[in-house]
C-alpha cells in the first residue's frame, strides 16, 4: 500500500473544523441582568436565558451543521490518499466556507424575529448552497479517473458518494428558496437536513 | 495488530478540546482602572484583581473540568479502535456538550454573588450531567460486545471503566440537586469532584 | 530512509495556520440594524451587508494570503526533514508574522474608505514583505548544504524553490512602494497576488 | 524500541499551545480615529499605531514566551515516551499555566504607563516563575530514575536538561523581585530571558 500523502492536509483541516466548530459558543452571550428590584431571581435569569433561544438553536444547528461537514470531509479521504497543488486549493476554499459559518448564525440568531428574518435565513442558506457545491468539486476533482484516490479504494463507495453528493446542492437550494416563501419552514427544513446528515449511514438507507 | 482507525476522530477531538480548553482565558477581563487619585495604586490594582475571584475560579475549575473530560477521551480511545458514524456522531454531541463550557463558566462568575447564583449553578451542573451521560451513551455504544474495541482490549480495564462511568451521572446530578440547596456547598462538590477526578489512578482506588 | 523530525514542528504549525486562518472571521461582524420604520426590510439588510465589503474583501484575501502561507510552508517541509533549536526559532518567527494577519487585515478594512487607507495599505504591504523575507530565512538557513533535508531530497525541487522565492520580498516590496502611489492598485496587486499563488503549479509554469 | 505512548498528549498540548500564542492577536486593536479635520492623516494614524508600542511589546515577548516553552516541551517529551495519569495532569497544570498568559500580558500592555505598572509587571513575572515551577515538576516526575523516559534516552542530555531547569524559578523570580525595584528593568529582564532561551543551543553553551 502506498503511503498516504494527505497527512497534513488532515491536520490543518481538522484544526479548522475545530477552531470553528468552538468558536461558535462566542456568540452565545451571558445575558445582562440588574439585581432583582422583587420577585423570583431564579425565574428572571431562566426566563433571560429562554429568550436567547435563537442563539442557542443557531449554536446546535451551526455545530450540527459543521460536524456533518467534518464527517464527511473524513469519508472523502477515506477514498482520497494522493494530493496535488489544486486539491490543496479546492480543500482551502472549502474550510473558507466552513469558517464563514458563524457569521451568518449570528446573523440568523439576531434577525430571526425581525422582519430581516427572511434576508438572514437566505445568507444562511446561500453559503450551505456554496458548501454543497465546493464538496461536489473537491470531491470531482480527486475521484475523475480516480486520479487522487487510494490505489486500493472501494468504486462501490466512491460510486455511492458521487450519486449521493449530487443532491447536496439541489437540497439546500430548495432550502434558499424557501428563505422567500416562509422563514419558519426554511429554517426547521434547514435543522431536518442537519439532523438528516448526521444520522447513521445505515438508517439512511433504510 | 489491526490498524487503529480512530485517528482523525483523535486528532478532531484533541483540537476541540484544545480550543475550547484555551478560549475560556477569554473570559478573563483586564480590570479598568482610572488612574489613582491618591492612595497606594499597587494596593488598588490587586484589589481590583482580589475582586475578580469568581472569573479565577470558575477559570481553575472548568479548565480542570474540560481537562478531566480530555483525559477520560484518551482513555476511552486507549480501548476503542475502530469506528462506524454512529461512534462520529457520538462523539460530536460529547464535543457539543464540552464546547459549551465556556458559556455557563462565564454564568456563573457573572452571577455567583447575586440573588441569579442559585439558577447559574444549576445550569452549570446541569450541563456536567449532560456530559456524564454522553460519556456513558459513547462508551456503551462502543464497548457493547466489544464492538468497537481494540481486538486485544483489556476484559478487566474495559469492565472497570463501565463500572466508574456508572457513578458520573449521579454525583453530577447530586451537585445539580445541591444548587438548589445551598450553592456554596454545590460549587464545592463541582471543585471536589473536579480534582477528584483529576488525582491519579492508584490514589483513587486506595 | 530516515525518520522524519519534523512531525511536532508541523502539527504545531498547522495549529497555529488554522487557529490564524479561523480567527479572521470574528472581523466580520453582523450589522446592526434598528427595526425598520417602512421600507422592504431585505432590501435594508442586504445594503448593509453590501456596505461590509471591504471587511468581506479582506477576510477573502486574508484567508488566501494564510491559505498560499500554508501550502507553501507544506512544499517546505516535504523537503525538510530534519530539525534543530535554529529551525524552531526561524519557523517561530514566521508564525509570529503568520498570526499578525488578522491585525493589518481589520485595520484595512476599517480604514480602506478614509484618508488613512495609505498607511493602512502600506503596514498590511509591509508584514507580506516581512513574511516573504521570514520565508526566505527559513528556506535558506535549512537548504543550506542540504543540511536539514530529506537525505533523498529532489535537487530540482530544492533549486526551484530557492529561485521562486527571491521574487516573493520583490514583488511585495513593489505593492508597499505601490500603496504610497495608488491604494486601490496596491489592493489590486494584493489580491493578484494571492490569486497568483493560489494557481496549481502547472498553470504558473505554462 | 518501543512505541512512544505519548502522542496524544503531544497533540493536544501543541493545539493548546497554537490556540493561545494565536490568541496574543486579539489583544491587538484597530485604532479608532475620527476622520482628519486636517493635516496629515498617515501621519495621524502612524502615531495612533506608534502610541500601541506597549500592546505591541507584549505580543512579541508574549509570542517569544509560549514559543520558547513550546520548544522546551518539545525537547522534554524527546526524551519522555511513556506516560501515566500523574503526567497528564502535571501536563495539564502547566498547559492552564500557558493559556493564563494573555491575562497579565493584556493587564501590563494597559498598565504599563501608569502608576499601576509595578503591579501589573509583578503579577506578570509571579506567572513565569510559576510556569518555570511546573517544568521542573514535569520533568523531575517524568525523569525520576528514567521512569517514563524512553528505554534509549540519553542520560547526558537528562542531566543537561535537569541542570538547566534549576535555574529557570530563580531567573524568573527574580525579575519577580525586579518588578518591586524598577518596572523597566523589569521588563527589560524578562525580554532578555525570553531571547536568552530562544537562541539556539550551541550560542548559550559557548
Known sequence: MAEKETGRLEAF???VFAVAITLLVLD???PSLAV???GDPGAALLSALKSQWPSMAAYVISFLTILVMWINHNRLFEQIHRKDHQLLVYNGLLLMLVTLIPFPTALVAEYIRTPYAQTAAAVYCGLNV???CAFNQLWSY???????LAAEHDPHRVRHITQQYRF??????AAFALAFVNVTVCVIMVAALAVFFALPERTKMA
Open 13 to 15: 483541516s481538522d484544526g
Open 28 to 30: 452565545i452571550h451571558v
Open 36 to 38: 432583582a428590584a422583587g
Open 130 to 132: 456554496l458548501m454543497a
Open 142 to 148: 480527486a475521484a475523475k479517473d480516480g486520479r487522487l
Open 168 to 173: 447536496g446542492p439541489i437540497l439546500y437550494g
